[in-house]
């Protein structure tokens, strides 16, 4: 099992920037598939990146039509962390944001953005972006 720790939230105004950082632990794999998602109140937990890393170490990455051309995920297998660069930053971003492990095959077109398929989730990071 692995433990996951998101940090970096925090408040900004619209149009600002953050990172995210998400440090893994326990058992890890860099041929993992490895995704953020996040949670606005009274809302479905929603997918928002994920990447997997081939063994070519070429990185196949996925995003919500919401945040793509702004967000941009990566990972260092090194450091065992996943990261979320958020630019352009909108008060619709505002949500409790979480990062999630799942097994490599996850990663792909149709299912990168469930929720269910994902077996392991940090305890989350808020971010609020004001207007």
């Known amino acids: 099992q692995v433990q996951l720790v998101e940090s970096g939230g925090g408040s900004v105004q619209a149009g600002g920037s953050l990172r995210l950082s998400c440090a893994a632990s326990?058992?890890?794999?860099?041929?993992?598939?490895m995704g953020w998602f996040r949670q606005r109140p009274e809302k479905t937990r929603e997918g928002v990146a994920a990447?997997?890393?081939?063994?070519?170490?070429?990185?196949?990455?996925y995003y919500s039509n919401s945040v793509e051309d702004r967000f941009t995920i990566s990972q260092d297998n090194a450091k065992n962390t996943l990261y979320l660069q958020m630019n352009n930053l909108k008060p619709e971003d505002t949500a409790m944001y979480y990062c999630?492990?799942?097994?490599?095959?996850?990663?792909?077109?149709?299912?990168?953005?469930?929720?269910?398929?994902?077996?392991?989730w940090g305890q989350g990071t808020q971010v609020t972006v004001s207007s």
């Open positions: 990447i997997k890393t081939a063994a070519s170490n070429t990185a196949y990455t």
């Open positions: 326990g058992y890890t794999d860099s041929s993992s598939c």
């Open positions: 999630a492990a799942a097994p490599r095959y996850v990663c792909a077109f149709a299912s990168w953005s469930l929720a269910a398929r994902f077996t392991s």
